[in-house]
């Protein structure tokens, strides 16, 4: 507004007042008690009183919104407001409170406010549109917000700086810890078991081994009266804000049991940095490749086994989809296999005959595929299942004993490495390219190769180098979870034998011991369990410590 059309009536002046959590974050000079809302409330009300010329039409606060963009909900109310004409003045306590972003800050000030005839103060800054000086709009002030803006993006830069070494560190940086976890009163950073959820996580896992599904297990959650993970929080006093709740009370539902059921941060393992804003400027966040995670194994308390974590999410990906099951899976769902096609078995029901006739027949086969038949009546498979795993239980007597011989020597990673071969020959690969690789600028030197040879030969020695060193990272993490699953397992060979006497299958055993069931094309059965590698392994840490029982001690 123009000094010489000043309305009749003085200024109808809005408050304009904002606060948020990235203000601490974004201005290490910033004190909470000086820059609160009632703060700013009382300096501009103190300064209109001064002024006879303004009266406060109304009151606009964004407490708890950022100042890196607009997208504020009583800012936009406020511009509504002032393009219906009820106001023509915005007082605020400073530029930092009015936005922080450089560009749209100025846009406001320079274009918008100009346009529209209204006046605009920051009182600590000493800013009066109405009185500001040309070099003031055009200079000072573009360059006070270009100064805001910058301290943001160089702040936020540290901050994801600093936010990176501590999850590299195994710290835990979220605002709430995950269901089943707390923050460690000591150590903010730092998780431990939160034992009312505990038992919930423990629950659910192990319905799911037995057949539910993820629907049934959050029925039977909401039926028993099984707090919510968010409900349980709020429980804790914990103000709990996330978007996956859409209702006042938030039940039990399939998403949130698969949450749950697909998280590693229940066998220990600390996953960070999975998404990431764009930018300072914007809220919108992307997902980032598993490659780029911040991925911390055994960084606290597992709540579940290594084992029947796997299982789960073997489970969650091959359930076979049979029809009128109720609310538990299949008895073999995700377990039965074709095995000329390896595509799964579809079960069938026969109700031609006066009793109904349950068999699994090759799903290729069924929709037209390809393949054959591979037919067997569900009675004829269990049979011939529980024949073969009572056989298999009989068979694992003699690891009792070699479990205990283990257990007594604390095999340690490193001699669990040696007796491991894998990685011997990769070893022995890399070691050759190096010293071919070392031995070129001699034969460049003794004209035995030309410079052209030389660079191509130093290339291709080098590319298989980073190869090999790619295939032994690869190979230690392979090597390091089987270590940890071997010695997990180490109970199983003593658990195992109560199952040595059953009479019917359990779905709960099948999916433990159970890898995969072949059907052949002569209805003969074939079983993959899941635990031959872990025999495999202690038949070679028997084998190694029989034949060299005095290189034990040389392995630390």
Known sequence: MSKNTLDANGFKVAMYLRLSQDDEKYDKNFKVESNSISNQRLQIKDYIAKQQDMELAKEYVDDGYSGINFERPAFKTMMEDVITGSINCIIVKDLSRFGRDYIDSGRYLQRVFPSLDVRFIALNDNYDSFTASETEKNLVIPFKNFINDN??????????????????????????????????????????????????????????????SSYSIAKHLNETGILSPMEHKRAKGIRYKTGFSTKAVAKWDTPAINRILTNEIYIGTLQQGKREKINYKLDKVVSKDRSDWIEIEDNHEAIIDINDFEIVQKLL?????????GEKADLFSGLLFCKDCNQQMTK????????????????????????????????????TVLAMIKHYISS?????????????????????????KRQEQTKKSKAKFEILKSSLYQDLK???????????????????????????????????????????????????????????????????LIDKIYVLEDKKIEIQFNYDETLDVFDKINSYTNQYPEKIMEVV
């Open 151 to 212: 301290y943001c993006r160089d702040t936020s830069a540290k901050v994801r700086s600093v936010c990176k070494v501590k999850r590299k560190q195994g710290q835990f940086i979220s605002n709430y810890a995950p269901y089943g976890y707390e923050k460690d009163k000591e150590d903010k950073h730092k998780l431990v078991i939160d034992k009312e959820a505990y038992d919930v996580v423990q629950k659910i896992f192990s319905m799911k081994l037995e057949g539910y």
């Open 317 to 325: 990906k091959c359930d076979i989809k049979a029809k009128n099951y």
């Open 348 to 383: 069938k029901v026969d109700k031609r005959g006066k009793t109904p006739i349950v068999y699994y027949i090759c799903s290729a086969y069924n929709k037209g595929l390809g393949c054959s038949r591979h037919s067997i009546k569900q009675k004829e498979l269990e049979n």
């Open 396 to 420: 694992l007597g003699k690891y009792e004993a070699i479990s205990e011989k283990v257990r007594a020597m604390e095999i340690s990673y490193n001699l669990f490495k040696k007796i491991d």
């Open 446 to 512: 003794e004209g035995i190769i030309s410079e052209d040879e030389f660079y191509d030969m130093r290339e291709f020695y080098t590319n298989r180098i980073v190869e090999s060193e790619l295939i032994l990272e690869r190979q230690n993490k392979e090597i390091t979870k089987l270590y940890k699953k071997s010695l997990g397992n180490q109970n199983f060979f003593s658990d195992i034998q109560k199952y040595k006497n059953i009479s019917t299958l359990e779905r709960g055993l099948l999916v433990r």
